[in-house]
């Protein structure tokens, strides 16, 4: 990029409203606190509605149709209506789920209502890393990762404080469904803004690239096993922040109060290490650093497997969250590397439907699991996930940097 266009991409961004930026922060924020709520919920939940432990699978899958639907659609929406439009959409529906969860007499409902509440994260998420990755800095989109941690570390401790203050899980819901509402006013209050700045020149505009179709893409292994190592990464990290608080709770007889402080903790120390890997990798080699964690995170699972102890078990949850925080990035930005810079658009967006899929798939299957086995089985599958996880990059790692 030369001086010239530099100068202009800068003085856009700084031209953009600083408010912007926080209201962004403030939607992503929200993104995380539904998926931090029902762990902490699922046990009151289940007993509410009197359905078996696995029921939660429904739920889980159903949400997740809506979050691929909308994910594979915000591009052409977004077109058609512009993002602030879709912000508002995407918002009213996420809202309306949550709140409707607590109005509901009926399981099979909930599990309806799960369908707009997938498609309005799904929407929420695509369109905002949309619209950061093209007017805002490699740098920023990390804080915006990171600060969908600071909500999905809120949701335990929100549903912890509802279910111990008031015995009442709808209470949780109702809150972030009403905080989902008032952003879907705040962006229509907004709306102007964000159509003066949807076609503001990038900060950092791409480099062209040659196409590649579809069809050409999914031709190579590469990819297919590149989508494996998402499917089986979002499944250890979903399975852990759903079912730790049930296995402490119900498996480990742990306090209800002390155990939604646990779930905190994971999203906690997950936050931290995002924030902290995004200060550090410009000094180490992240797909490295990738490794270590994923190692990290197996013998941490080893460790909370075993039940040695309380405060044990606490420390290996929090190891457990820490080690997650850099893998999801890391792996997206290396995604050229393993499949080849011409399939790595392609790629990127199959990797993450591959970790929706692997997100409900496998915590389903730990649900089955520990309803035949019991909830000690969920250390020990977590831990099988990431073994997979390791196999694959390892199997990367000495095929080398694929061509093209």
């Known amino acids: 990029m030369s001086q010239a266009q530099h100068n202009v991409s800068k003085s856009s961004v700084n031209a953009r409203p600083a408010g912007l930026i926080l209201l962004i922060f403030v939607a992503f924020i929200a993104l995380g606190m539904p998926d931090g709520l029902l762990g902490v919920g699922w046990p009151s939940i289940r007993t509410s509605f009197n359905v078996p432990i696995d029921a939660l699978g429904a739920l889980l899958f159903v949400s997740m ?30 809202g309306a789920g949550l709140i409707g969860y607590t109005l509901v ?40 990762h990171a600060s969908y941690g600071v909500g999905i570390t809120a949701g335990p401790l929100i549903m912890t404080a509802a279910l111990t203050n008031f015995q009442n899980w709808r209470l949780g819901y109702l809150l972030v469904g009403t905080v989902q509402i008032v952003l879907a006013i705040t962006f229509w209050i907004t709306l102007p803004i964000w159509q003066q700045n949807n076609n503001a020149p990038a900060e950092s505009p791409a480099e062209p690239q040659k196409e590649v179709n579809l069809g050409q893409t999914l031709k190579r292994r590469r990819v297919w096993l590149s989508m494996l190592l998402f499917f089986f990464y979002v499944g250890s990290e979903v399975t852990m922040g759903t079912w730790v608080y049930s296995l402490l709770t119900e498996g480990r007889g742990v306090d209800p109060q002390l155990a939604g402080y646990f779930a905190g903790s994971y999203w906690f120390t997950f936050t931290i290490g995002r924030i902290l890997a995004g200060l550090v990798t410009r000094k180490i080699n992240i797909q490295s650093l990738v490794k270590v964690c994923i190692i990290a995170a197996i013998l941490a699972g080893v460790v909370l497997g075993l039940n040695l102890s309380t405060w044990v078990n606490l420390a290996a949850v929090a190891v457990i969250g820490f080690a997650f925080a850099p893998i999801f990035p890391g792996l997206i930005s290396g995604t ?69």
Not at 138 to 143: H, N, P, V
Not at 343 to 352: A, E, F, L, P, R
């Open 65 to 94: 149709i809506g979050y691929l639907t909308s994910s594979f659609l915000s591009g052409e929406l977004t077109r058609r209506w512009g993002v602030g439009r879709l912000l508002i959409v995407s918002c009213a529906l996420t």
């Open 336 to 404: 050229p590397e393993r499949v080849g810079q011409q399939h790595s658009n392609n790629t990127i967006g199959m990797q993450t439907a591959a970790g929706a899929l692997g997100g409900t798939a496998l915590t389903s299957l730990v649900g089955v699991l520990a309803r035949t086995y019991g909830l000690e089985v969920v250390p020990s599958a977590m831990v099988a996930f990431l073994a997979c996880l390791l196999a694959g990059y390892i199997i990367f790692e000495r095929k080398g940097a694929a061509a093209g």
């Open 105 to 144: 007499p009926q399981w099979w409902m909930m599990v309806a209502l799960g369908l707009a509440a997938g498609m309005g994260a799904g929407g929420i998420d695509s369109s905002l890393n949309a619209y950061v990755a093209r007017h805002y800095s490699a740098g920023l989109m990390q804080w915006l």
